[in-house]
Structures are given as structure tokens and as C-alpha cells.
């Protein structure tokens, strides 16, 4: 049985008189009652809070009332065979006394006197029951004590439950529920149904001792059979109690699962606590002592100070596994490193879709899945991991398969002039692809891969559609999606030219449209590392101007085309414009750049385009000056 903490969650403890207050000052209303205000969302989301604990309360109180009376019945079949240990048994007094008779007959056809007292004292020795015979039967009645106990604490839990919801169900239901609810954290109830389980399982411990004496008592070797049999269920049971300890995704559990993980951390925090008192008290030695005494050590002051620092997160980790428990240890894990779950649960989704044919449920996954590339980011970025690497970056199927087919079927019902969709529906769709599959694409472009084969390319038709969108946030969404897709294609593109391969095909045609160019400049482009990053900058600088301005421009939009312009301004790309661009895309530019400077839209910009601006006019005013000196000679 897990432990389970109840009320960890401060929407659940939400404070009555608050709620009144709040309640009263919109305009009053019948406090606590379940149509006014706050009070209506309260009661329903905490109504189904209570039936959900309460169903786990007596499916679990169920459980123990099944297992107890079963094994009930079979420690008091066996007691009933070990009690009978504890007094004289008549068949063995029988014999006894037939034994006496016995040695009398033979002692006085011999002429052997026996003395009366003799006779009366073995025949009056009290009773005594051996060590085996209490052993058991006192493991055997603790047992059934226990067993009797957890079905008392089984029929109360179901008692407190019922009683529970009728008390909530009161005249005034938010109060009451607010303030039984704190009852039952104050109180501990969650801790009760865990000593009932952890009881129960202490019986069964009981009763194998009692049975392995009990057999050992009249045979041995049946006796350390049992023991081996009892000792190898023994370490599975320990094993399974320790599983959830060492791997937090264990589904295996016991009752002492949770007791063991607050004594583990409980000893680790009292032992590092010494280590870290010890350690004081050296450090506190008077500075001559010190001196005299550890002068070989000095240089290592700063690896102390590391060391000490280490001691500390080490403490402060095993304190705060030790009061959050093991269930809210795994839930912060399980928060703090959510890919390998998030990645399962979106191939089995993904999965799903191969046989739904639904475009709402692909849509809502769809805007789903930025803010899953920003928690793996994020995630990534704490842990450590080098380069960010996210999932949907493999070539794994089904997931990306799927994604990629999906997705590209979803973004051609939103084109202007094809889609059957409301206008508005329209648009709200085609953002939430376009700002998909710019999240996706990101994730290659910062890891440093190419465009896999199942990526949703645009066609040149789809491209042309996407420019002309009239939408001005789907706009701006579709040129910086656009421009990622053009980085991709032209690091593909360029890789596939140096190796020989004839670069004329679907690739280069969608690259020319986004680029606005003819596929001859962009063959030329391509062979120029600044030229290609240069024209692309200017196909995403062909935006509406009037939309940037910050007043008018889209939030959602704005900051992807901030982080598209600064993929593009790579730390490399300064450095590969060289004076032989072509004078007409130097030309694309500069228009840009004074429009951009004319209208003053946004200083970030302008700030972000002029070291360009300056290296291009640097390149060009050599290039004159070279030109002038070889005209003059």
C-alpha cells in the first residue's frame, strides 16, 4: 500500500472564511453554499477529490477485511493444535502412571521397599510446557490479535468514510468540508490505513516464525524446510519492499516500502549530521593548535570548504527525502524528469492516431507539444545534458512517423482558399501547426541535425500560401517556420552538393520559394555559407513591417520570430559573409535594413541587423578601394 499524503495540495486546504470574504465582497451570496462564486468550482472539483479518496479508503479497508478473515481462520486451526501444548495432555499422564505401576510390581517382587513420599512426588510434579510449546503459541496468538485488529481498523475506516461524506454533506458544505478535511490531515487518517496494512503483514511475519518452531519441534529436517521456504518468501518480500526505493518507477510495493524509506534517510541524515559536527569541531581548534598540528594541510582549506559544501546538499537532500516521503520523492522526481514518461505516452498516442481519423484530437496534441518541447528543454538545461537534446529527434518509429504524416494532413485544411473551415477556426488551427512545427524544427536546428525524411516539408505551393497569408500572426508564424525549414534545407542541400549528388529536385524547389529566388541564385547561395544565411535573414525580414511594432505585433508571434532571428545569427555566421556576395542580395538587404531603420519599430532589431549592416559596408568599401587602386594602376 502506498503512502499516500492527503492535503499537499493548497487548493484542497483552501480556507473557508477566505472564500466567505471573497464571496461577499462580489456581492454576497448564501455562504457555502454550491451556486455562488468561488464556492461552485470549490465544492464540484473537492466533491470529486472526496469520492475519489473515500473509494480508495474502502477498496483498500475491503482488501484487508478479505485477507484478514481468511488467514483468521487459518491461525486459529492452528492454535487450536498448539494450545493443547500448554497442559498436561491425559493420554501422556496415562502412560505415566502405568510406567510407575510398572517399576513398583518389579521393585517389590525383588524385596525393593519404596518409600510413599517418592511415589507422591513424582505423581504430584506440576506441569511445565517447554520453550517450543510457548514460542509458538505466543507467536500464534499475536498473530491472530493482529489479524483481529486490522479487521476492527478495516470495519472503522469504512465507518470514518461514511461518516465523512454525510458530514459534508451539510447545509453549509464549504465550511464543513474545509474544516473536516484539515480533521483528517491534523489526525492522519492516511497513516492509520498504512499501520492496518503494515499490521497485518507483521501477523503473517509472526505466524511463519510460529510455524518454522512448531515443525522443528517434531522433525528437524522439516523443520529447516520450512525455514528455507519461509526465508526465500522472506527476500522476495524484502525485495519488493526495497524495489521502490532504488527505482522510483518500480510498480512493486509494500506496506514498509514507506517505513523503510523515512529510517534509510533518517540514518543518512543523523550520520552526515555527525560527520559534519566532527568535522566543526576540528575547525574550531584554537589557530596555533591548528597550525602546529595540520600545517601540512593548509593548502587544502579551499577543497575543505567543496567538501563541506557537498556534506551539506547531502544533508539537506536526506532531510527533505525524509519529510516528503516516498510518494512525494517520486512525484518531484517523476516532475523533474519527465521525458522518457512524456516520450512513452506520446508514442502511444501517436499510435492511436494511425487508426483516428480525428483532426480535433491531432489539433489539440498539436498545441500540446510546444509546451512539451519547453519542459524537455528545461529539463535538459537543470540536468545538465549537453546540447538540450529533446525527444522527436530520433529516427524512432512510430513516433515521428506518425507525427509528421499527421501534421502535414492537418496544416493543408487551414490553407487560405483550400480549407472548408470557419475563417476564424481557420486561423486558430493554422497557428497551432505552424507554431508546432516550428517547436520541432527548433529542436533539430539546435541539436545540429538534418531534416529527416519524415519531416512535414512545405511544398512550393503550400509556401506561397503560407507568405500570403492575410492572418498577420499566422504570417509571421509561417516566415519563421519557413526560414528554420530554408537553414535545414540548405545544410542538406549543401552536404548532398559537396558528395556529388544532383541537388536539382522537390528540396531545391521549396528552398527558391522560400527564399523568393531563382533556383541558379540558389545554387550559388548554397555555395556561399553567408550568402545562403544572409538571403534567408532577408526572406524573414519580408514580414510585414507595420507588424512588428510592439503595439501591434502578436505576443506568441513575436518572441518565435526573436528566437528565429537568432538561430539564424549563429555565432559563425559574422564571420562567413565575405565581400564576394552576390551584389543583389547585398543589395535585399540594405532595402531591408533602412526600411527596418525608417520606420523605427523595435530597437532590438535594428541593434540585432547592424553588425551585419557594418560588415557588409566594410566588405564593400574595400572592395571600392581595391577597385580604385587597380584603375589607377
Same mark, same amino acid.
Given at each position: ?237 524484502? =525485495? ?94 517523476? =516532475? ?76 493543408? =485544411? ?220
Amino acid at each position: 500500500m502506498a503512502n499516500t499524503n492527503i492535503g499537499d495540495d493548497n487548493s484542497q486546504s483552501l480556507n473557508a472564511s477566505q472564500l466567505e470574504d471573497k464571496t461577499g465582497a462580489q456581492g454576497g451570496g448564501v455562504h457555502g453554499g454550491s451556486s455562488d462564486g468561488p464556492w461552485s468550482v470549490y465544492l464540484t472539483e473537492t466533491e470529486r477529490q472526496d469520492k475519489e479518496m473515500v473509494e480508495r479508503w474502502k477498496g483498500e479497508a475491503d482488501s484487508t477485511l478479505i485477507f484478514a478473515g481468511l488467514f483468521s481462520a487459518v491461525v486459529t486451526v492452528s492454535i487450536i493444535e498448539s494450545y493443547k501444548w500448554l497442559s498436561p495432555d491425559s493420554g501422556d499422564e496415562t502412560v505415566k502412571l502405568l510406567a510407575q505401576i510398572s517399576r513398583q510390581l518389579v521393585n517389590i517382587s525383588n524385596g525393593i521397599p519404596i518409600p510413599l513420599e517418592s511415589i507422591e512426588a513424582e505423581i504430584n510434579q506440576p506441569f511445565e510446557p517447554n520453550t517450543a510449546a510457548i514460542l509458538v503459541n505466543v507467536t500464534w496468538l499475536l498473530s491472530i490479535a493482529g489479524c483481529i485488529s486490522c479487521s476492527v481498523g478495516a470495519a472503522l475506516i469504512q465507518q470514518w468514510a461514511r461518516r465523512y461524506l454525510v458530514l459534508v454533506q451539510g447545509p453549509e458544505r464549504a465550511h464543513l468540508r474545509t474544516f473536516m478535511f484539515n480533521g483528517l490531515r491534523k489526525f492522519q487518517v492516511e497513516r492509520f490505513i498504512q499501520f492496518v496494512a503494515i499490521s497485518l503483514h507483521s501477523s503473517i511475519l509472526l505466524y511463519a516464525i510460529g510455524m518454522f518452531k512448531f515443525f522443528y519441534s517434531f522433525n528437524t529436517r522439516i523443520g529447516f524446510t520450512s525455514l528455507a521456504i519461509c526465508l526465500l518468501l522472506g527476500f522476495i518480500y524484502g =525485495t519488493l519492499t526495497v524495489f521502490p526505493l532504488i527505482f522510483f518507477d518500480a510498480p512493486y510495493s509494500t506496506p514498509w516500502s514507506a517505513v523503510w524509506w523515512r529510517s534509510a534517510h533518517a540514518t543518512f541524515f543523523c550520520f552526515f549530521s555527525t560527520i559534519r559536527y566532527i568535522g566543526d569541531l576540528f575547525h574550531d581548534f584554537p589557530s596555533s593548535l591548528w597550525n602546529r598540528s595540520y600545517r601540512h594541510v593548509r593548502g587544502s582549506r579551499r577543497r575543505a570548504a567543496q567538501w563541506r559544501e557537498t556534506l551539506e546538499k547531502r544533508i539537506n537532500k536526506h532531510k527533505q527525502w525524509f519529510y516528503d516521503g516516498l510518494q512525494r520523492s517520486v512525484e518531484h522526481y517523476a =516532475t523533474e524528469a519527465p521525458q522518457p514518461v512524456d516520450v512513452k505516452a506520446l508514442e502511444e498516442t501517436f499510435t492511436t492516431l494511425v487508426e483516428n481519423d480525428s483532426d480535433k484530437e491531432v489539433e489539440n496534441i498539436a498545441a500540446w507539444i510546444p509546451e512539451f518541447f519547453d519542459t524537455c528543454a528545461l529539463t535538459c538545461t537543470r540536468s545538465g545534458a549537453e546540447g538540450g537534446v529533446v525527444p522527436l529527434t530520433s529516427d524512432q518509429p512510430p513516433i515521428n512517423l506518425t507525427l509528421g504524416y499527421r501534421l502535414h494532413q492537418l496544416l493543408k =485544411t487551414c490553407i487560405a482558399g483550400t480549407s472548408i473551415l470557419a475563417e476564424e477556426e481557420r486561423r486558430r488551427r493554422l497557428r497551432v501547426c505552424l507554431k508546432c512545427l516550428w517547436c520541432w524544427l527548433k529542436a533539430y536546428d539546435q541539436n545540429s541535425m538534418p531534416l529527416p525524411f519524415y519531416f512535414p516539408l512545405p511544398d512550393p505551393d503550400m509556401t506561397r500560401h503560407l507568405q500570403a497569408e492575410q492572418d498577420p500572426t499566422a504570417n509571421m508564424m509561417g516566415r519563421c517556420f519557413g526560414a528554420l525549414v530554408g537553414k535545414g534545407l540548405a545544410v542538406d542541400l549543401n552536404l548532398r552538393r559537396h558528395t556529388g549528388v544532383d541537388v536539382r529536385d522537390a528540396k531545391m524547389a521549396s528552398l527558391s520559394t522560400i527564399l523568393g529566388s531563382t533556383s541558379t541564385e540558389v545554387e550559388t547561395f548554397i555555395s556561399q555559407p553567408g550568402a545562403i544565411g544572409l538571403a534567408n535573414i532577408v526572406s524573414l525580414m519580408s514580414v510585414d513591417m507595420d507588424a512588428l511594432i510592439t503595439e501591434k505585433a502578436p505576443s506568441e508571434a513575436l518572441d518565435l520570430f526573436q528566437r528565429t532571428l537568432d538561430s539564424l545569427l549563429s555565432k559563425n555566421f559574422l564571420a562567413s559573409l565575405d565581400e564576394g556576395l552576390p551584389p543583389n542580395l547585398v543589395a535585399r538587404f540594405e532595402e531591408t535594413y533602412s526600411n527596418a531603420r525608417r520606420l523605427q519599430i523595435l530597437d532590438w532589431l535594428t541593434n540585432r541587423l547592424r553588425p551585419i549592416m557594418d560588415k557588409l559596408a566594410a566588405g564593400s568599401n574595400a572592395r571600392q578601394s581595391r577597385d580604385n587602386r587597380l584603375g589607377g594602376v
